[in-house]
Nanobody, 126 residues
């Protein structure tokens, strides 16, 4: 069972930058994609960015396109989410997720993911 641990959340002013990290407990060849989701209390979890582990292809939600960048360090089983030009509406708990099933396309829906981290809070003040 892959365990995912997020870190890097915190508080920042609008326009600032944060970088989130997600470390997997082990390498697992069955993992085909990794993603970042976020959730505000009382609202559904929404996909922010995803990356295919096979070729590194990434997809982003329109709300973060051009501001957020997802990357990976395969040697250390870690993915990152660099968040630039942060806005108050980016405030949420951010979750890392891993899929064993996705093979193509912008899979930014929670139903496609099999493993989840515990989440890390990001707060952006105006």
């Amino acid at each position: 069972q892959v365990r995912l641990v997020e870190s890097g959340g915190g508080s920042v002013q609008a326009g600032g930058t944060l970088t989130l990290s997600c470390a997997a407990s082990e390498y697992n060849s069955e993992i085909t994609a990794m993603a970042w989701f976020r959730q505000v209390s009382g609202k559904e979890r929404e996909g922010v960015a995803m990356l295919y582990t096979g070729g590194g292809l990434t997809y982003y939600d329109d709300s973060v396109q051009g501001r957020f960048t997802m990357s990976r360090d395969s040697a250390n089983n870690t993915v990152y989410l660099q968040m630039n030009s942060l806005k108050p509406e980016d405030t949420a708990v951010y979750y890392c997720a891993a899929s064993r099933r996705l093979t193509s396309g912008p899979g930014l829906f929670p139903v496609y993911y099999d493993h989840w981290g515990q989440g890390t809070q990001v707060t952006v003040s105006s």
